[in-house]
């Protein structure tokens, strides 16, 4: 795969995930780094004629604006800046989560508003190419800039931090020893400007926009998998209705269900006998839609901070202006994230909801719980539990924590957001789901090997295929920890999704 050229303008989630999941590569388009030298230059110009008040270059930060830096201290400023900003606590990100991170930060530089010295610039390409990925905690910021986490990057590009290099946790000196660099030499500002941006909020953030979008293609698949064990009524998936209420997200759902139910019996005439399902089978593509169309709101908005300066003060090079603002105030798309999380919540109570339903013979006409032999094997009645604890999790994690904030530095920052926890509390979520939807598969596949239908979809026969692979029919009573386990692997990892998808190709191509 070419390297990605880097421009500060056009960076999608899509590729983002290819540089931060699959480690391809970066470069800097020549305008972008022009842009960079430019603001770099109008900043250097101010620092040494000292003819205006830049914050964070000849001033403090925070309440400490009122504090003069003199510039024979601008490096052992910058160093000291780093070291104090060096609050977070762990767990620490993964080595995705930090190339993520990284990216997002670098092409935020790229716009030329910053005045990062060009030297660091070039120094978080090289991290990201030779695979250097500094220790970088999770906890500590309340998301009005990550500055007690971003620290961590800054300080390993000095030489004075840790990181992880192929697979080993050392110095970052000796890393970049071993890979020929040198440690940077920060000068006016940059210490503020490798601390100051959202960068580990948006880094999460774009990851977790591609997973989300995986699990709701997942929750379509469990969706249609517990149509055929259920035998429901596929007037749910009828196009006409959808396109007098053309909402593009349910929509979407309807038709990848119908996709993976080509060729079913539920298709066959006088299959069912209910005219209507139960709300949570019936309305199942509206809710999945609905998040869809909650994840394309917040997409567009964090693409456009992906793109966007978050840096105070904005450097305009052009204008030959250096202007103070609240650039890096994210509310906008953290807001968006957190109504993510209550549309999770309701897919997570929906998906719940199946699966009760799916336990009683007065809807299915299969034996209760979905047992092989009734009054010898329990089979699926005491996991309601689980479900139900986890999807009151999920209940509990989709409040809202973007206005639990606090004054801080005396008064001066009286704003915050959470924005890491947002995500973090998000992808809780979303692990969640994937147990929940992992355990709906193994009632689904019991039903459907219950019911012995004479045609399944050609997308849910391959699903099924691939989990009896793994596991098999409740025959018996046994330890549902480790189906519930292994389940939950096939999902997140995508497999049984890969499978389904592969088998109706053709389809969604067209």
């Given at each position: 795969m070419e390297a990605l050229l880097l421009d500060g303008k056009s960076l999608t989630i899509e590729k983002l995930v290819e540089v931060a999941r699959e480690g391809r590569r970066v470069d800097i388009a020549q305008e972008a780094m022009e842009a960079v030298e430019k603001s770099w230059a109008l900043l250097h110009r101010t620092a040494a004629t000292g003819s205006q008040k830049v914050y964070?270059?000849?001033?403090?930060?925070?309440?400490?604006?009122?504090?003069?830096?003199?510039?024979?201290?601008?490096?052992?400023?910058?160093?000291n800046m780093l070291l104090a900003h060096c609050d977070?606590?762990?767990p620490f990100a993964t080595e995705v989560q930090v190339r993520a991170i990284m990216l997002v930060r670098l092409n935020n530089v790229l716009l030329g508003c910053t005045g990062m010295h060009p030297d660091l610039v070039r120094l978080f390409r090289e991290f990201l190419n030779r695979r250097i990925h500094p220790l970088v905690p999770l906890r500590g910021s309340v998301g009005e800039g990550d500055i007690t986490l971003m620290s961590l990057v800054g300080l390993a590009m000095i030489g004075e931090g840790e990181v992880l290099y192929r697979g080993e946790r050392m110095p970052s000196l000796e890393a970049m020893r071993r890979e020929g660099l040198s440690p940077a030499t920060l000068g006016p500002k940059d210490g503020l400007s490798l601390v100051s941006t959202n960068a580990v909020g948006a880094g999460l953030a774009a990851l977790l926009a591609e997973e989300i979008e995986t699990l709701?293609?997942?929750?379509?698949?469990?969706?249609?998998?517990?149509?055929?064990?259920f035998k429901g009524n596929v007037s749910t998936l009828d196009p006409g209705p959808y396109a007098r209420r053309p909402y593009a997200g349910q929509r979407q759902s309807m038709e990848l269900a119908r996709a993976f139910l080509e060729g079913s019996y539920l298709w066959q005439p006088n299959v069912t006998g209910a005219l209507q399902d139960p709300l949570s089978i019936r309305c199942s593509p509206q809710v999945h839609g609905a998040v869809r169309d909650a994840l394309a709101y917040a997409r567009g908005l964090l693409e456009t901070h992906l793109n966007s300066s978050d840096d105070n003060p904005c450097i305009l090079f052009e204008e030959e202006r250096i202007v103070p603002c609240g650039n890096f105030e994210p509310l906008n798309w953290v807001l968006a994230f957190e109504m993510l999380g209550i549309a999770l919540s309701h897919l997570s109570k929906t998906a719940a909801y199946r699966i009760l339903r799916m336990g009683s013979p007065r809807f299915t006409g299969l034996s209760r719980f979905l047992t092989p032999t009734d009054a010898k094997v329990?089979?699926?009645?005491?996991?309601?539990?689980?479900?139900?604890?986890?999807?009151?999790?999920?209940?509990?994690?989709?409040?809202?924590?973007?206005?639990?904030?606090?004054?801080?530095?005396?008064?001066?920052?009286?704003?915050?957001?959470?924005?890491?926890?947002?995500?973090?509390?998000?992808?809780?979520?979303?692990?969640?789901?994937?147990i929940i939807l992992g355990i709906e598969i193994l009632h689904a596949a019991q039903a459907i090997d219950l019911r012995k239908p004479t045609s399944l979809g050609k997308g849910t026969h391959a699903a099924q295929e691939a989990l009896r692979e793994t596991i098999p029919f409740l025959d018996t009573d046994r330890n549902l920890s480790v189906d519930v386990a292994a389940a939950h692997r096939l999902l997140a990892e995508r497999r049984l999704l890969a499978r389904a998808k592969e088998a109706v190709r053709e389809k969604l191509r067209s």
């Open positions: 964070g270059m000849n001033t403090g930060v925070g309440v400490n604006k009122d504090r003069e830096i003199s510039p024979r201290y601008y490096q052992e400023y910058n160093r977070g606590v762990e709701i293609d997942t929750a379509d698949l469990t969706y249609a998998m517990t149509m055929e064990g329990h089979a699926f009645g005491t996991i309601q539990k689980v479900f139900c604890a986890l999807d009151a999790e999920n209940r509990h994690l989709s409040n809202p924590v973007s206005a639990d904030y606090a004054s801080l530095s005396e008064d001066m920052e009286d704003r915050g957001n959470n924005t890491p926890y947002v995500m973090l509390k998000t992808a809780k979520m979303i692990d969640n789901l994937y």
